[in-house]
């Protein structure tokens, strides 16, 4: 049976890693999954606190909240929760949903949070240490070995 020997590289070997950061932005938009995924919850968890309603839309092809309402709450309750403790969910996204409603800048405020995250996911440092962190390997054309 004849084989093939296919040449691979690390992203620290690779010849040209900007292909594979370029690739990367392009084929792995899951990345961007988590920090939303975070948000929600932490909005969901404070919603129920609160005993308040919560509307918001996801545009999945993009990872990107359309808008976000809380509203019909108890304030007391609001008024008593400490964002720094992260009470809702313990995730860093707790401080942000706290903070937003107690400040009126609730949509505001997600909608940076969420931007400031997918920037720094998908900036030339957090590919490259999560393609090293993963163990990937690539062609050199930049996709991804599989």
């Not at 800048?105 to 720094?120: G, P, S, Y």
């Amino acid at each position: 049976m004849p084989t093939k020997q296919v040449t691979v590289y690390t992203i620290d070997e690779h010849p040209n890693p900007d292909a594979v950061i370029a690739w990367a932005r392009d084929n792995w938009s899951h990345l961007g999954e988590k920090p939303i995924t975070f948000v929600i919850d932490s909005l969901k968890a404070l919603a129920k606190y609160i005993d308040g309603t919560l509307v918001f839309m996801l545009n999945k092809a993009n990872n990107n909240i359309k808008y976000v309402w809380l509203h019909c709450f108890d304030a007391s309750k609001l008024a008593e929760l400490n964002a720094e403790d992260r009470p809702l969910t313990g995730y860093w996204s707790d401080i942000d949903v706290i903070r937003g409603l107690q400040s009126n800048t609730l949509e505001r405020t997600i909608f940076k949070t969420v931007e400031e995250c997918i920037d720094e996911i998908y900036s030339h440092t957090y590919l490259k240490n999560h393609c090293m962190a993963n163990g990937h390997f690539f062609y050199t054309d930049g996709s991804c070995y599989k």
